[in-house]
Structure formats: C-alpha cells, structure tokens
C-alpha cells in the first residue's frame, strides 16, 4: 500500500470517500463566484490563477454561486495570506441547514478553529488551535463534514477533530453570514485562494 493510501484509509476512518472531486474554480475567471455583499469591500479580482480579495474595512469575500451539499463533503483548497495580520482565507460552509465558519488567522493571526459551536467562537471553544502563517506562502486546506464530526487540516497536519453530534453549529454575528452558504473572507488582510474542489463523502 502506498503512503497516499494509508493516509486516505486512517484519515477519515467514520466515512468513506467518494473519488471524484470536483473542481470550483477554474483558476481564469470568477465564472461560479460572486464578491460577497460587505458594507465596504475590497477589490476581488484573479491575479496568477488565484482569485485575489484585496483588504476591506474590514471584510472581503467571494461566495460560490453553484450548488453545494449539505452534510457528508470534504472540501479542499490552497490560500495565502499576502498582506496583513488577520485571516486571510476563512471558509464558511454549510452543515446541514446551518452553517459554519473555519478561521484561518483570525484574532491577530494565529488562531483557526470553527466558529461557532454551543454559540462559541473559534477563540473560545475547544477548537481553537494556533498556526503560524508565513505571508506570500501557500498553505493547502482540507474540511471534512459530517452529522458526528467536522475535521480540518493545514498542509495534511490535523488541526480540527470535533465530535458535534447533538451540538449547536452556527455563525457567529455580524456581517460574516454574508458568506453562507459557501464562500471565503479576509478581515482587514489580503488573501488568495486556488485549487478549489469538493468530493461527496459515501456515508459512514
């Protein structure tokens, strides 16, 4: 068995996956994707295969316009933080009829975890976990939902592994419902993202 197996087959032991992903962006064009309606965004263009959302007062977001599933996916993509000191790639995402936010350098940089669970946000709740990102640098992300658990990993290094069956999942307030029910925001920060894809998981 090659190490790429293994590491499929131990990854996501509660499901199987499905092998097809499926691509979101077509690395050219916002074909698919929309800037998200905050108050006073920042420029969202492609630049290098990426698509670029330039620091806004405070927010700046793209939403996928296509369909998206609910429960039982993984997503997966690469972001880098150009400029600035927040998150720079956060993802919101549904779960089930709710929906979720995964940081990514929020709250001065370091931080990631889910927002919110039980009505906590990523800083204050058992996912909060730290991660060091280096400006320019590509980092590739990875969630996996499903009803029991959401996972998440940076560059194949697990970061998010949290039983949510019977919690309470949702956004926190303010303006970043504006990225349900799938899309990507920076905070006062210049992000990228490419290599955007998803792949339906086969159930437990």
Known sequence: MSLSSFFLLTALP???YSQTWTPLFDGKTLSGWKPAAFTEPGE??????AILMKNGKPLTGVNYTGNFPKIDYEVQFEASRVDGNDFFASLTAPF???FFT?????WGGDIV???SIDGWDASDNETRTYFNFDRGQWYKFRIQ????KIRAFIDDQKVVDV????RKIGLRRGDIGLSAPFGFATYGTIG??????YRKLDGK
């Open 113 to 115: 975890g889910i927002s």
């Open 192 to 197: 990228a993202i490419r290599k955007v894809e």
């Open 102 to 106: 995964f940081v990514t350098g929020g």
């Open 44 to 49: 969202v263009k492609i630049d290098k295969g």
């Open 14 to 16: 509660f499901a199987a």
């Open 163 to 166: 039983p949510i069956n019977g």
């Open 145 to 148: 939902v499903t009803a029991d």
């Open 96 to 98: 089930g009829d709710s």
